[in-house]
Nanobody, 125 residues
Framework: QVQLVESGGGLVQPGGSLRLSCAAS????????IGWFRQAPGKEREGVGC????????VYADSAKGRFTISRDNAKNTVYLQMNSLKPEDTAVYYC??????????????????WGQGTQVTVSS
């Protein structure tokens, strides 16, 4: 079965950190860019960032710049989202998606991705 599985979410205090994982099964991530997205209650799903397949470079939404880092370990068929200095407004369900096109305009293709169950991140004191 071809799927991406997100994990690593939880409850964290403001200012804390979490590392989310996006693990692929049934296919290899090597040739895919991987986008991270999130959806807060009552809001549309939005892009957080994306890591390319070619050189591992990443792009980030303004809300994530300087706080979040995306990395990949192709040997483990997994992509990570390291989130530091978390804020209450980061509370959302986080999803990852695979894209053969690359990271350019990845958010514009949000309607084309297949989604997993996501992982809940709650930032609260």
């Amino acid at each position: 079965q071809v799927q991406l599985v997100e994990s690593g979410g939880g409850l964290v205090q403001p200012g804390g950190s979490l590392r989310l994982s996006c693990a692929a099964s049934g296919f290899t991530l090597d040739y895919y860019a991987i986008g991270w997205f999130r959806q807060a209650p009552g809001k549309e799903r939005e892009g957080v960032g994306c890591i390319s397949s070619s050189d591992g470079s990443a792009v980030y939404a303004d809300s994530a710049k300087g706080r979040f880092t995306i990395s990949r370990d192709n040997a483990k068929n997994t992509v990570y989202l390291q989130m530091n200095s978390l804020k209450p407004e980061d509370t959302a369900v986080y999803y990852c998606a695979a894209d053969l096109v690359g990271c350019g305009d990845y958010v514009e293709r949000i309607g084309l991705y297949s989604w997993g169950q996501g992982t809940q991140v709650t930032v609260s004191s």
